[in-house]
């Protein structure tokens, strides 16, 4: 193929990979759109289905009556039994008092609104979780997960303590690491040994990516450090976006063992 003929495939193929990204950005857009339509629509439902419970307007009955009548006169219209119409009760009356909150939940797919406000015990707790699924662009599966493994109580009720140069440096990172991880994902026997783990980890990084949070970047395992003249091996290495630092995982699955410091050449 003569290089004139292949430069023109070549603004071909740019062209088409144009145009996909317009359909891909349109569909995004379109879908954004229609989801916080169907949020504004859940929470005006709610909203009217509290205030006629709390006036003693309408009790259960009258409720079920109505999922009833939408069921009999529209039966194209899915989503609407007397259980759904009282959790938009639920997620109304869950976000009504706070005026920041309602803006959160409309990022958000009525699946996760729904595992965050009936699964959660606090509005911090909530607040969290929905802070959290919307900048990390979560699944609902991985959602679910964060929520089952309790990640908002072994990172913002039980933030690792941070040295005062990290913290002063980069104030806005206090939740970057945690001071536990839930690996389950491994799938290893109760007692493993470290090179187990390690090779396990490699296998599943893109889990534990999620588990780490998603500003860790992989850079390679057993990776050569030299110190002096003294060459070490780090098990991990990741890159985090956040700190624009390398950050080192050794693992141990017993306890630390102290080691002797090591000396760093004068320069």
Known sequence: M???????????????SDVLQQIQRSRQKAFVQVNTALIDLYWQVGKTISEKVQNEVWGKG??????????????????????NLWRMKQFYETYATDEKLPDLVRKLPWSHNLAIFSRCKTQEERVFYLTLASSENYSFRELDR?????????????APKL???????????????KDNYVLEFLGLPEAHSENNLQKALTRQMKQF???LGKDFIFMGEEYRLQVGNQDFLIDLLFFHRGLSALVAFELK?????TVPKLRFPEF
Do not use: C
């Not at 079920?64 to 609407?80: C, M, S, T, V, W």
């Not at 964060?146 to 039980?158: D, H, K, P």
């Not at 699955?253 to 063992?257: A, E, I, P, R």
């Open 62 to 83: 009258v409720v079920r009556e109505l999922a009833h009548y939408i069921a009999q006169n529209a039966p194209d219209i899915k989503g609407f039994s007397d259980k």
């Open 253 to 257: 699955v017993g306890k630390f063992m």
């Open 146 to 158: 964060q929520i089952s493994v309790s990640l908002f109580e072994r990172t913002a009720l039980n």
């Open 163 to 177: 040295s005062t140069p990290l913290r002063e440096l980069h104030p806005n990172l206090s939740h970057a690491f």
């Open 209 to 211: 990516i999620l588990e």
């Open 2 to 16: 003569s290089s004139k003929a292949s430069s023109g495939k070549n603004a071909l193929q740019q062209d088409f």
